[in-house]
């Protein structure tokens, strides 16, 4: 698996992917290639501008999902965001990009990065556990969804608590 920059040639795997039930249930929306070639130019233009980074997440040639980074660098935080395909779900995808991205962010000196996602989502709290990520809090019907409004959790990753994984990473008793 590999993060690597969106291309044009990864339009239509996007317009495939917003038509999975599990990422339409938890981003409610579609795109036309055209709308998915505009998405992939933006996240272009958030990366020349500093303001987000975004990756295709790709797993032996195929696009297996999404991997963003709002980065907000006078705060020194970045919020995820991710969705992977029907077809890799379960198998440690999303949890392993998530890992890459907040390494690279702490790299770039980014103290805090967050995540948020519906209480109702299980699967992006495992996610985010395996991860490394802890449960700050819920925020109460902070977000939209297609079937109303949700409470959402809000996780978090520290840059120290990437040093205290890497101290037991050594000992030997981490699970990676």
Known sequence: MRLRP??????????????????QRWHARSMTTGEAKEWI???????????????????????AGRMTLKLDPGEGTAVAAYWTRDRVSG???????????????????????ELEHSTLNPASCRVADKAGFSLEGTRRESAPHADGRHDMHLHLHLHLHLHLHARIDTMGTHDT
């Open 6 to 23: 969106w291309v044009e040639a990864d339009a239509p795997s996007v317009v495939t992917a917003y038509q999975e039930p599990g990422i």
């Open 91 to 113: 198998r440690g995808v999303a949890s392993r990009a998530l890992r890459l991205a907040t390494r690279w962010a702490f790299s770039i000196g980014v103290h805090r990065v």
């Open 41 to 63: 130019t933006a996240a272009h233009s958030s990366w020349t501008a500093e303001a987000a980074s975004s990756w295709a997440v790709d797993l032996d040639g195929v696009l």
